[in-house]
C-alpha cells in the first residue's frame, strides 16, 4: 500500500500568489515525522519543512507552511507568494517511529509558476 | 564543511561491469542512506546505516551492496550492472537522537547513472 499519496502531477500558479500542494500519508506508528523537499531541474534536493507527528503547532518556514490535519492523515505544503524560482517538483516524505535513515516519498508534484 | 559529497556526478557503464558510488559527508552524521530515483517517480531507498559497521536493506536493495566502516564514507556498490539500473542516485545523511528536527536527511548533489 502507497504510503505517501501526492496526487498533483502538475500544477501551474500565478506569480505572487498563494499555492497549496497535496500530500496525505499512512502510518499506524504514532510517532512519525512529515519532511518536503524541492527539487529544481538542477537536480539536488532542499530541504524545506519539516512536522512532528506530536507538533502542536502547523510548521512554518519562511514562506512555507504545512497544513497538518492529523485525523486525516493530510500534510499539505503551503507556498505563500510565489516567486519564479519556486517553479520544480515538490516531494512529500515520511520517517516512521525512529527509523531514522529511512524516507518513504511521494511521487512529486511539479509546480510551475507563471510570470 | 562541505556536507554530503558524491562522485563520480556522471557515470556511463556497460551491462555487467561493477563499480562504486562514493558518498562522504562531513557533519558527523550517525544515519546515511542510498536513494534512486528514476524519471517521474519519487526516491526509493536502497540501503541505510545508522552507524559505522551496521547496515540494512531498504526497500530495492537487489543488485546493490553497501559498507560503513567510518562515520564519514558510505559507498554504494554495483556488483554487476544491468540496464535496469540506469537511475540519478542520492546519498544522504542525517543526526540521530535529539530532536526529530535534527533527523531531517541532508541530500548530495546525486550521481547519474547510465547502464547501457
Known amino acids: 500500500a502507497q504510503k505517501i499519496t501526492q496526487t498533483q502531477p502538475g500544477m501551474f500558479v500565478q506569480e505572487k500568489e498563494a499555492v497549496t500542494l497535496d500530500c496525505t500519508y499512512d502510518?499506524?506508528?504514532?510517532?512519525?515525522?512529515l519532511f518536503w523537499y524541492k527539487q529544481p531541474s538542477s537536480g539536488e534536493m532542499i530541504f524545506l519543512i519539516y512536522?512532528?507527528?506530536?507538533?502542536?503547532q502547523n510548521a512554518t518556514e519562511g514562506r512555507y507552511s504545512l497544513n497538518f490535519q492529523k485525523a486525516r492523515k493530510s500534510a499539505n505544503l503551503v507556498i505563500s507568494a510565489s516567486q519564479l524560482g519556486d517553479s520544480a517538483m515538490y516531494f512529500c516524505?515520511?520517517?516512521?517511529?525512529?527509523?531514522?535513515?529511512?524516507?518513504?516519498f511521494g511521487q512529486g508534484t511539479e509546480l510551475s509558476v507563471k510570470p | 564543511n562541505a556536507g554530503v559529497t558524491q562522485t563520480p556526478k556522471f557515470q556511463v557503464l556497460k551491462t555487467g561491469q561493477s563499480m562504486t558510488l562514493q558518498c562522504a559527508q562531513d557533519?558527523?552524521?550517525?544515519?546515511m542512506s542510498w536513494y534512486r530515483q528514476d524519471p517521474g517517480m519519487g526516491l526509493r531507498l536502497i540501503h541505510y546505516?545508522?552507524?559505522?559497521?551496521?547496515?540494512d536493506q531498504g526497500e530495492v536493495p537487489n543488485g546493490y551492496n553497501v559498507s560503513r566502516s567510518t562515520t564519514e564514507d558510505f559507498p554504494l556498490r554495483l556488483l554487476s550492472a544491468a540496464p535496469s539500473q540506469t537511475s540519478v542516485y542520492f546519498c544522504?545523511?542525517?543526526?540521530?537522537?535529539?530532536?526529530?528536527?535534527?533527523?531531517?536527511?541532508?541530500f548530495g548533489p546525486g550521481t547519474r547513472l547510465l547502464v547501457l
Open positions: 546505516s545508522v552507524g559505522a559497521g551496521i547496515t
Open positions: 512536522q512532528g507527528s506530536y507538533d502542536q
Open positions: 544522504a545523511s542525517s543526526y540521530s537522537g535529539g530532536s526529530h528536527l535534527q533527523e531531517t536527511q541532508y
Open positions: 516524505a515520511m520517517r516512521e517511529g525512529n527509523q531514522g535513515g529511512k524516507l518513504i
Open positions: 502510518t499506524s506508528d504514532p510517532s512519525y515525522g
Open positions: 557533519m558527523n552524521h550517525e544515519y
